[in-house]
């Protein structure tokens, strides 16, 4: 990619993403994630009319007397983009790759916490931790957050959620709202059937990474799907490679029985994902490349804040 098609890129992406937020992402945003944090301020003897849920007892033991802690809300919040730049974000059926998509998403939520006056950080992955570009602000950051997105070129295929997580667990000093982009091929169990190979065995360590990050943090999984990862088109014979690893697995679209076998499958796969990710107790949107995406997220932010305070 040229210099100009470069700056095009950014520029195009840039421009979507400004439409977006002015339409719908920042009262969503505003609404969910502001104000959910609290920094402590100071510690005082209990007057009339406070809660007495504030009072610190261990204090009020050693002095005789009760006193409270007092909090002020945390205005200035940390987003973190986690995107998932393994050989399978390359893939797309449709106008865009999985990578591409995942830059539109986290450039929009980005924009949305930029207006915010939040600081983002972009941290790019496969099986290693590729790039980590620290929280900061300002225009400029954000133009670099989106080059990196949609053009580093990662030196390893595959993907390590874990080793990603846990990265996180230790560079984040104070809580933070993580977007976890992936789509999640590689992390979890396929079933086995009959003419389709089973994807790696399920880990146990990417739910507990997931657990633990979601305790510490903000966690929300974003699922990027590409619609031909459910569906076969009777198209002949084809040949499908497993972008990490090289497989190769040969079908006969033509018949309908593989094509059902297939979707039968992807579906089981879809379904023992969204089962695993909810024991994980971590809220997860599933995207499509193929579909817009801005309305589905406000509609997903709505719905998470109505069940919280719920």
């Keep these: 990619m040229t210099i100009t098609e470069l700056l095009e890129s950014v520029r195009r992406v840039e421009v979507r993403t400004n439409r977006l937020v002015n339409d719908t992402m920042v009262g969503a945003y505003l609404s969910h994630f502001k104000g959910r944090g609290m920094d402590f301020e100071e510690l005082r003897e209990y007057m009339p009319g406070d809660d007495v849920r504030d009072i610190d007892w261990n204090v009020s033991n050693r002095m005789g007397r009760p006193f409270v802690k007092r909090f002020r809300e945390e205005r200035e919040l940390t987003m973190v983009l986690a995107v998932d730049v393994s050989a399978s974000s390359a893939f797309g059926s449709t106008e865009r790759t999985k990578?591409?998509?995942?830059?539109?998403?986290?450039?929009?939520?980005?924009?949305?916490?930029a207006r915010s006056s939040d600081k983002v950080a972009l941290l790019l992955f496969t099986d290693r931790v590729e790039l980590f570009v620290p929280p900061r602000k300002g225009r400029r950051h954000l133009l670099r957050l989106l080059r990196e997105m949609l053009v580093f070129a990662p030196r390893h295929r595959g993907t390590d959620i874990p080793a990603a997580l846990t990265f996180l667990n230790h560079v984040l000093h104070r809580r933070a709202i993580v977007f976890l982009l992936t789509d999640f091929l590689h992390s979890f169990e396929m079933p086995a059937s009959d003419g389709f190979r089973a994807g790696r065995p399920h880990r146990r360590d990417a739910l507990h990474d997931l657990g633990l990050t979601n305790a510490r943090h903000d966690l929300v999984c974003v699922h990027l799907h590409d619609p031909r990862e459910s569906t076969l088109p009777p198209a002949g014979l084809l040949t499908i490679e497993d972008a990490e690893t090289g497989e190769l697995l040969?079908?006969?679209?033509?018949?309908?029985?593989?094509?059902?076998?297939?979707?039968?499958?992807?579906?089981?796969?879809?379904?023992?994902l969204d089962r695993a990710l909810g024991h994980a107790g971590v809220d997860t949107l599933r995207l499509s490349t193929a579909e817009p995406f801005a309305q589905a997220l406000q509609r997903f932010f709505e719905l998470r804040r109505g069940r919280r305070r719920g």
Excluded: H, Y
Aim: glycine residues 6%; proline residues 0%; charged residues 25%.
């Design 99 to 113: 990578r591409e998509f995942a830059a539109e998403i986290a450039g929009t939520l980005a924009l949305s916490a």
């Design 250 to 272: 040969e079908l006969d679209s033509t018949r309908a029985g593989v094509r059902q076998e297939f979707a039968q499958t992807n579906a089981q796969r879809l379904a023992d």
